[in-house]
């Protein structure tokens, strides 16, 4: 059976919409049977099909990701190789410059997988959106975990705790067969554009010739070269994990104030709509008594009215017998 056919068919697999793949799988395993007369190798090729895991959506969004932006994830993994540069050379003043470009990096490709998601009808979840961050994360910490998330046939989430490498197990569909993204390139001074620590410029293009020597997909089961000791690596992740902490604080200040400030326009409205709506209840109650006021004032002005005509009437009946009384001569 060959590996390349396989891959092929799980590419195109792995580039559907979710809810399609089970019958896109079924439908694949189904045309290699039916395309020419069953042979051991089409049987044993169906079968693989048949058995293609259905990945979880965060590695779903992420291999959509691959296809759709592979440069994000490009970006992410040249970043990934200038941060261990960094670790190995223990620069902080690097490894600091570098975890701010990643949190921006991180957030861009986030929101691209969610559009990349959304483009083919299916919406993230902030807890979707936090496990893919953590993929995206765990390809800057390590290699294998880039090739992984470059392949497009990423199976679930990965993880990295910024000490130990990360683990691939069951991770890939088809492990070690190329994925969409063809290549990570570096430049002269790595994805972000920060300088390369010092002492790394000699250095530099053997890593780089022996990244681009290397299967995409390394990592499982596989040693790594030596690097730098567990301590080492360890201090090297908590000064970056101290940086990010500053940072996260300062936005909790920053935050907080913004609440307190908030909370206290909110008190000071509510107590003007009090004030406002005291004002309104009274005037209402003004508006009842003018209303009843302008009722008696007509009744009255209409009972007047009355009384003024029978009074006119009474003064024409008297000036008329006045009038009478004066023309009778007297007897």
């Keep these: 059976?060959?590996?390349?056919?396989?891959?092929?068919?799980?590419?195109?697999?792995?580039?559907?919409?979710?809810?399609?793949?089970?019958?896109?799988?079924?439908?694949?395993?189904?045309?290699?049977?039916?395309?020419?007369?069953?042979?051991?190798?089409?049987?044993?090729?169906?079968?693989?099909?048949?058995?293609?895991?259905?990945?979880?959506?965060?590695?779903?969004?992420?291999?959509?990701?691959?296809?759709?932006?592979?440069?994000?994830?490009?970006?992410?993994?040249?970043?990934?190789?200038?941060?261990?540069?960094?670790?190995?050379?223990?620069?902080?003043?690097?490894?600091?410059?570098?975890?701010?470009?990643?949190?921006?990096?991180?957030?861009?490709?986030?929101?691209?997988?969610?559009?990349?998601?959304?483009?083919?009808?299916?919406?993230i979840s902030g807890a979707i959106a936090t496990e893919i961050e953590e993929t995206l994360r765990a390809a800057t910490a390590d290699r294998g975990a880039a090739d992984a998330a470059c392949s497009g046939r990423l199976l679930r989430a990965l993880s990295a705790d910024g000490v130990d490498v990360v683990n691939l197990d069951g991770a890939v569909a088809v492990p070690g067969a190329p994925g969409p993204v063809t290549g990570v390139k570096a430049g002269p001074k790595g994805a972000t554009g920060a300088p390369r620590p010092s002492g790394e410029k000699a250095a530099g293009a053997g890593a780089k010739a022996t990244e681009r020597s290397e299967p995409r997909l390394r990592a499982v089961g596989q040693r790594r070269p030596p690097g730098p000791s567990a301590l080492e690596r360890a201090q090297a992740a908590l000064e970056e994990a101290s940086e990010a902490a500053l940072t996260s604080r300062g936005e909790e200040d920053r935050t907080a104030a913004a609440l307190n400030e908030a909370a206290e326009q909110a008190e000071a409205l509510s107590a003007e709509v009090a004030r406002l709506a005291k004002e309104l209840a009274a005037a209402e109650e003004r508006l009842r008594e003018a209303r009843k006021q302008r009722e008696s004032a007509v009744t009255a002005a209409r009972q007047a009215g009355r009384a003024a005509d029978r009074d006119r009437r009474r003064e024409d009946l008297a000036r008329e017998r006045v009038l009478r009384l004066g023309d009778t001569p007297a007897g």
Aim: glycine content about 4%.
């Design 1 to 123: 059976m060959s590996t390349d056919q396989l891959a092929g068919i799980a590419a195109r697999l792995y580039a559907t919409a979710f809810d399609a793949f089970v019958p896109a799988r079924a439908a694949a395993a189904k045309e290699l049977l039916a395309a020419s007369e069953p042979t051991p190798e089409s049987l044993s090729l169906a079968a693989e099909v048949r058995t293609l895991p259905k990945p979880s959506v965060s590695a779903w969004a992420v291999n959509m990701l691959a296809r759709r932006r592979p440069e994000l994830l490009a970006g992410l993994a040249e970043l990934g190789t200038a941060m261990r540069r960094a670790q190995d050379s223990l620069d902080a003043a690097a490894l600091r410059s570098l975890g701010r470009e990643r949190r921006t990096q991180l957030a861009a490709a986030v929101d691209a997988a969610r559009d990349a998601a959304a483009q083919q009808g299916r919406a």
